[in-house]
């Protein structure tokens, strides 16, 4: 079945201390992005990546980083969580560009 | 002014009814617009997409986008309540950006 995948689901975390979030796909998409979904903010990307070794900053990249080694993965690592990034993160793919983006089912992150 | 500017709704129709969704952009350089679809808990998925001036049909879905006016909409035929979602408008010019998104209710 063609996904994308996200792990972990929920997570609960305090200031300061280094999280990932994964990010999988499985079906050879170039394309990957991370996005943040705020209430009254909508989604707001936070980096993409158009092939691997390939990243660039989103509209909101401050206290995230991001990797592309393999194509399939995209992990978003929060090198030091603070509670303004206590929000509801979607990783996506697409073949290219930014068109036509499958989205992962969110990870809801929490910091305390 | 919002790059990317909808209605937040709630948007409240009958059952059967016509909804429509309208969405305003500001780069004019834009040339790919979206709809997505996101239920509440869920994640966006897209239902339409259009790159030209006019009508785009998709079953009981209706794109029409206007360049010069600088809107994309989004009409929904006969709505039923599983139609009841948030909408989001995304539009790309130099980057993809989304609109906050407007909540539609379909009412039995």
Known sequence: EAQVTQNPRYLITVTGKKLTVTCSQNMNHEYMSWYRQDPGLGLRQIYYSMNVEVTDKGDVPEGYKVSRKEKRNFPLILESPSPNQTSLYFCASSLQGAETQYFGPGTRLLVL | ?108
């Open chain 2, 1 to 108: 002014q919002k790059e990317v500017e909808q209605n937040s709704g709630p948007l409240s129709v009958p059952e059967g009814a016509i909804a429509s969704l309208n969405c305003t952009y500001s780069d004019r350089g834009s040339q790919s617009f979206f709809w997505y679809r996101q239920y509440s808990g869920k994640s966006p998925e897209l239902i339409m997409f259009i790159y030209s001036n006019g009508d785009k049909e998709d079953g009981r879905f209706t794109a029409q986008l206007n360049k010069a006016s600088q809107y994309v909409s989004l009409l929904i035929r006969d709505s039923q309540p599983s139609d009841s979602a948030t909408y989001l408008c995304a539009v790309q010019g130099g980057k993809l950006i989304f609109g906050q998104g407007t909540e539609l209710s379909v009412k039995p």
